[in-house]
């Protein structure tokens, strides 16, 4: 079992950054792909960056150079450091991993709340 805790969300103004963390505890023999989400109200869920365990990255494209994610992995915790954020920035954002126990599982957070004000 995976617990996921986000930290590092608030309010800020355009233009401003934010850092987000995300750390695994639990039971389990390896943490994976580390993955960040976002959510607006009335919106579908939708990824914001991930990274592997070798420390391959991908970005959605709104996000691309203003937006980086990088890992520990002795500490099992995932981080997201956002600059230059926009007001379209606002929303929840969630903390994804896959973990091994005996199998692999997929984990969320609870979330994080990010506001930009304009």
């Known amino acids: 079992q995976v617990q996921l805790v986000e930290s590092g969300g608030g309010l800020v103004q355009a233009g401003d950054s934010l850092r987000l963390s995300c750390a695994a505890s639990?039971?389990?023999?390896?943490?994976?792909?580390m993955v960040w989400y976002r959510q607006t109200p009335g919106k579908q869920r939708e990824l914001v960056a991930e990274?592997?365990?070798?420390?391959?990255?991908n970005y959605a494209d709104s996000v691309k150079g203003r937006f980086t994610i990088s890992r520990d992995n002795a500490k099992n915790t995932v981080y997201l450091q956002m600059n230059s954020l926009k007001p379209e920035d606002t929303a929840v954002y969630y903390c994804?991993?896959?973990?091994?126990?005996?199998?692999?599982?997929?984990?969320w957070g609870q979330g994080t709340q990010v506001t930009v004000s304009s």
């Open positions: 994804n991993a896959f973990g091994k126990l005996i199998s692999w599982r997929n984990y």
């Open positions: 639990g039971t389990f023999a390896s943490i994976g792909t």
């Open positions: 990274i592997t365990v070798q420390g391959s990255t």
